[in-house]
């Protein structure tokens, strides 16, 4: 288990409020997914600092068996001006377990990760999850994504 500390950074993005209670996220984030390409979203993110895509799961219930918060947009430079239909989320300097998912992402690469981190031991503080898409994923056959869990440190 590897424990990094990551400095603080803003994404913005659109979001869903789900649970993976019934199956729903299964549904909820993918829907997400396609409506961020559909709706082109990244062009519409103000102060945008690259390409690369952060799916983030934050205002926990309780923990992942609740309801919970999907978020999936850029980082930014500045999460001041947000538009309407968007949101902001800003990550305080904290303590990460770093996971990742290797393979094909439309075959569930990155679900079975997750799967994984359900079931380990590691102390997750329920805050703010996220998945980074950086180049490494532009393959989807073929990608890799970084999974970071926060934890209680």
């Known amino acids: 288990m590897n424990t990094i500390q990551l400095p603080a950074f803003s994404i913005i993005g659109i979001s869903v409020r789900t649970t993976n209670e019934n199956n ?13 390409f559909s709706e082109n979203i990244m062009e519409r993110i103000p ?16 923990d992942h068996t609740r309801p919970y918060t999907t978020v999936l947009g850029c980082r930014v430079s500045d999460a001041s001006q947000v538009p ?22 439309n075959e569930g690469a990155v679900i079975e990760a997750w799967q994984h981190i359900w079931q380990s031991p590691v102390p997750r503080a329920f805050t ?16 890799e994504v970084d999974i970071f869990i926060a934890v209680n440190a």
């Open 24 to 36: 729903q996220a299964a549904q909820d984030i993918p829907a997400l997914w396609e409506r961020f």
């Open 84 to 105: 309407d239909d968007m949101r902001a989320v800003s990550f305080p300097e904290r303590a990460y377990v770093q996971f990742g998912a290797k393979g094909n992402l």
């Open 128 to 143: 703010a999850d996220f998945e980074h898409y950086g180049e490494k994923a532009h393959v989807p056959k073929d990608a």
């Open 47 to 62: 102060g945008r600092e690259s390409t690369d895509l952060y799916c983030v799961y934050t205002d926990y219930e309780k």
